[in-house]
């Protein structure tokens, strides 16, 4: 049982847009940033998102974060075949005082 | 570019020590700046992260409560790389294992080791 909670999983059609949605509280996502993550099969995840909505070098712009009171979301546009993967959300919990991790949605690109 | 080198053993047997070295290049064991992690990755249990090291001023350790009787990082400084030891491991403890760079955001990932706990 994650501490964060995410869809298992979303569908949509190449070239539309898909939210991918983080459900935490008070003691994580209200508080700290949210990360967002891209792990394709067979490889380690890969930031996509840090600090709520800020892109590392490198990432495209069809890819932005946001973040609402205890919630975070993933939008992704522009969907390509490639962008099939499991996506994860992650912050800092400052009760626990750990880094903790949604359950992963895997995205299907119909 | 930052690079983490995971190795260590794939197998280990029950109530025994998983060992992982995570080695760095591109960036110091020492930075003032970076934060250094290990998380394990399961089926049942998905991105669990386990625990960090970092140096300001001194060396610090954080460890996720599902581990902290058992779990010991340690920095390397003379190898410029850290270590993960878990001990008197059980078959729960399978899972891929990552170390990782990053304060909150993880931005450097090693390769990954799968690490089976069996007799």
Known sequence: QSVLTQPPSVSAAPGQKVTISCSGSTSNIAKNYVSWYQQLPGTAPKLLI???????????????GSKSGTSATLAITGLQTGDEADYYCGTWDSSLSAVVFGGGTTLTVL | QVQLQQSGPGLVKPSQTLSLTCAISGDSVSSNSAVWNWIRQSPSRGLEW???????SKWYNNYA?????????????????????????????????????GDQAMDVWGQGTTVTVSS
Do not use: M, W
């Not at chain 2, 990082?73 to 760079?101: G, H, M």
């Open chain 1, 50 to 64: 840090y600090e709520n909505n800020r892109r590392p070098s490198g990432i495209p712009d069809r890819f932005s």
């Open chain 2, 50 to 56: 386990l625990g960090r090291t970092y140096y300001k």
């Open chain 2, 65 to 101: 409560v599902s581990v902290k009787s058992r779990i010991s990082i340690n920095p390397d400084t003379s190898k410029n790389q850290f270590s993960l030891q878990l001990n008197s491991v059980s078959p729960e403890d399978t899972a891929l294992y990552y170390c990782a760079r």
